[in-house]
């Protein structure tokens, strides 16, 4: 079971970028799947969030800013998000948690299956 990230890159305030975690397995279509970051010196924290169902949550620091979505038949989820600034700076996380129903999804220890990171920097 493994989730690949991608995605990130550097990229100028007030700019776009569209993050992607494929998931090895069609079973992940049916889980929450979540959205992580962590800046240098801080703590992991929640980004966004998609239920099993397809229902969507976002942190209130980019929820007027992102996107995320689902594409069952490549098995995969999205994170698109626009205008960036420099503290959306940090390596974000994509990971899996097999309960669909998203109960707590903002919780990092409700998730299995997490990928390896992809950094967003966020500078002029």
């Known amino acids: 079971v493994q989730l690949q990230a991608s995605g990130g890159g550097w990229v100028q305030p007030g700019g776009s970028l569209r993050l992607s975690c494929a998931a090895s397995?069609?079973?992940?279509?049916?889980?929450?799947m979540g959205w992580f970051r962590q800046a240098p010196g801080e703590e992991r924290e929640f980004v966004a969030a998609?239920?099993?169902?397809?229902?969507?949550y976002a942190a209130n620091s980019v929820k007027y800013r992102s996107t995320m979505s689902r594409d069952s038949a490549k098995n995969t989820v999205y994170l698109q998000m626009n205008r960036l600034r420099p503290d959306d700076t940090a390596v974000y996380y994509c990971?899996?948690?097999?309960?669909?129903?998203?109960?707590?999804?903002?919780?990092?220890?409700?998730?299995?299956?997490w990928g390896q990171g992809t950094q967003v920097t966020v500078s002029s």
């Open positions: 990971a899996a948690d097999p309960e669909g129903f998203a109960d707590m999804y903002w919780e990092e220890e409700q998730y299995d299956f």
């Open positions: 998609i239920s099993g169902s397809g229902k969507t």
């Open positions: 397995s069609r079973a992940f279509n049916a889980y929450t």
